[in-house]
């Protein structure tokens, strides 16, 4: 099962509402990564999860909070976001941190209005 | 440092090849490559390691310069399959024992019968 999925597939909210985001992977990787994605641009790493600790956080907005319950596991709670937060939310995980191939999932259009 | 990718987009007829160049100004430790098709998930196509080794799809072959710092994808005998969007990645360590992947660009491939 090579597999990453994601919840929901879309999601509108509304400047003040509070929402999650959810990634699981079963493949026993042990890194995950949260990464937004703007139409036409490239993936930008928000966060990186290493052995279920937060290893890497970019300089990323406190109105998106990274959490990881388990190893199978990643939410992104968002609260009070902006218009501009509008994006594609993916999530990756890979077997380790350093050099090795990162699965995506599908991802989570998000619409902040 | 975001890498550069060359060229931008490009255009080839079923059977034609394409080569995909990706650049960077700093020391390179890893350069992955991605293609993403329109409103999916970017997909895993090749790891090139410092050192020579490689790991990805048998189809799929590519170089990876450490003293120029670049790496070229190259697609033979294309399919219309292969039309999307081809990210190159280079990854670097960053603190607390981490490692990030910072994405080009992109480069668009349309394949056309």
């Known amino acids: 099962d090579t597999e990453v999925t994601q919840t929901p597939k879309h999601l509108v909210m509304g400047m003040t509402n509070k929402k999650s985001l959810k990634c699981e992977q079963h493949?026993?990787?042990?890194?995950m990564y949260w990464y937004k994605q703007k139409a036409k641009k490239p993936p930008e790493l928000m966060f990186v999860y290493s052995y279920e600790k937060l290893s890497i956080n970019e300089s990323v907005p406190s109105r998106f909070s990274p959490e990881c319950p388990n190893s199978s596991l990643l939410n992104l709670h968002l609260h009070a976001l902006q218009p501009e937060d509008s994006a594609l939310y993916l999530c990756?995980?890979?077997?380790?941190?350093?050099?090795?191939?990162?699965?995506f999932g599908p991802g989570t259009r998000l619409t902040v209005t | 440092q975001q890498p550069v990718q060359s060229p931008q987009a490009v255009i080839l007829r079923e059977g034609e090849d394409a080569v995909i160049n990706c650049s960077s100004s700093?020391?390179?430790?890893?350069v992955h490559w991605y293609r993403q098709k329109h409103g999916e998930a970017p997909v895993f196509l090749m790891i090139?390691?410092?050192?020579?080794e490689q790991k990805g799809h048998e189809k799929i072959s590519a170089s990876f310069n450490e003293k120029k710092q670049q790496s070229s994808l190259y697609l033979t005998a294309s399919q219309l399959s292969y039309s999307g969007t081809y990210f190159c990645?280079?990854?670097?360590?960053?603190?607390?024992?981490?490692?990030?992947?910072?994405f080009g660009k992109g480069t668009k491939l349309s394949v056309i019968p």
């Open positions: 090139l390691l410092k050192g020579g």
């Open positions: 990645g280079t990854g670097r360590p960053s603190g607390a024992g981490s490692y990030q992947l910072t």
């Open positions: 493949m026993g990787h042990r890194a």
């Open positions: 700093k020391a390179l430790y890893s």
């Open positions: 990756a995980s890979s077997q380790g941190v350093a050099l090795w191939e990162q699965y």
